[in-house]
């Protein structure tokens, strides 16, 4: 018997597969080719408020994951069993499909031994999920027994941490980038409490990262009841808005010292790299907002025909939607840049930019989610294919 469904959480899904698409959408207007390429000043503008809007999509799969998973509802070989049977079989599926259609097949599945394939950059997710994964059974024994205050402090610790990545910056200052054997861009870190050339694994290291996020799944669903929309309001604007500030504010300073007031601006990938710092998903700006998202999204209760015949068929598909939406939004995304032309000699002028920006992500949500969606229903495979 399927046991009684959180209906908000089927409506953040949804949303966080679009925020994805919206965020994949904006990244070609300051990722161009094989570098970093911000045609004009508001490209700049359009590109930071849309990336920063949506930069929560992954942080609130995995608060949606914990709110239902943490703690295990069964012994550990059963969830690992469940986990495995969910995960693994689409995950592979499209990690096949993305090898073969992407770059050279045969070099593609030389380098599946030790990584995803970099062309298909959003199948990190999926290593990270798995290793949250093996954490949960460890951390179930004291997720069973702690009390609000006591996760509230490890909340407050992991907050914390996530100041982490804008003090190495303000510390270190422009941090050079160190280029691996696949092109991409490691940034050096500035060391912090117990760092160094030799030890990653510092003060804060466990406790920081995806980690916080299984726990503020966790706070929400033990210690925070049901808010009045009026006090859910006075939270969630306040931390959003703060967060987006933070993002947006943070990209822009950075691309505006790159640029010195000349634009188009361009580099190197690893330069993209080092704009993205303030929106990245163990950073301050991106926790305060996922905080709003799930305050706004946890007084949603409508489950009427909307959400029967529309939102809960696509929250069922939206593993597969992530996996596979690449797959088409990069077409739609060139063929719109096609039609529509770039910056300042786009046919909109510059609303060009986010017009592009909201179609592509709008139109490649509505094909893989009827796609994905159907694709299920397929009896067996379905499953196999989508999750």
């Known amino acids: 018997m399927e046991t009684k469904r959180e209906i908000w959480l089927d409506w953040l899904r949804v949303a966080a597969c679009f925020l994805v698409m919206l965020t994949h959408s904006t990244e070609p207007f300051y990722l161009g080719g094989e570098g970093s390429l911000i045609l004009t000043r508001p490209d700049a503008i359009w590109a930071s408020v849309m990336d920063v809007f949506s930069r929560s999509a992954v942080v609130l799969f995995v608060v949606a994951s914990s709110y239902l998973q943490f ?17 693994l079989p ?6 096949l499909v ?31 999920l798995i290793g949250l ?22 909340l407050g610790i992991w907050l914390f ?22 092109g991409i861009p490691n940034p050096a870190k500035y060391p912090l409490w117990g760092e160094a050339s030799w030890n990653s694994y510092g003060l804060f290291y466990y406790l920081s ?9 966790l706070y929400f669903r033990k210690f925070v009841g049901e808010l009045s929309w009026k006090k859910t309001l006075a939270l969630a604007l306040p931390l959003f808005a703060g967060g987006f500030a933070i993002g947006v504010f943070g990209f822009l300073r950075r691309v505006g010292a790159d640029a010195q007031g000349v634009f188009p ?3 190197p990938v690893g330069l993209a790299a080092i704009w993205e710092t303030p929106w990245l998903n163990d950073s301050i700006g991106v926790a305060l907002m996922a905080i709003g998202w799930i305050l706004l ?42 039609a529509l032309g770039l910056g300042y000699d786009g046919i909109l002028g510059i609303w060009t930019t986010p017009v592009q920006i909201l179609l592509t992500a709008l139109v490649s949500y509505v094909l893989v989610a009827l796609g994905c969606v159907l694709i299920q229903k397929i009896p067996k495979l379905g499953k196999i294919i989508i999750g």
């Open 71 to 87: 703690p295990l509802h069964y012994t550990t070989k059963e969830f690992f069993r469940r986990r495995a049977c969910r995960i």
């Open 90 to 95: 689409p995950f592979l599926v499209w990690t």
């Open 98 to 128: 993305y090898a073969l259609v992407w770059g050279e097949p045969v070099q593609n599945f030389k380098d599946l031994l030790w990584n995803f394939n970099y062309a298909a950059g959003h199948l990190w997710f999926v290593y990270m």
């Open 133 to 154: 994964y093996l954490l949960m059974p460890l951390l179930s024994p004291w997720v069973e027994k702690v009390d609000k205050r006591e996760l509230q402090l490890y």
């Open 161 to 182: 941490t996530t100041l982490l990545p804008l003090l190495r910056d303000w510390l270190g200052g422009a941090a050079p980038v160190i280029y691996g054997p696949s």
């Open 209 to 217: 990262g995806m980690v916080g996020y299984l726990l503020l799944g």
């Open 265 to 267: 601006v361009e580099g």
């Open 297 to 338: 999204f946890r007084k949603i209760r409508s489950d009427g025909a909307v959400y029967r015949k529309l939102v809960l068929p696509v929250s069922k598909a939206s593993y597969g939607m992530y996996l596979s939406h690449l797959l088409v939004l990069v077409p739609v995304s060139a063929w719109l840049r096609g």
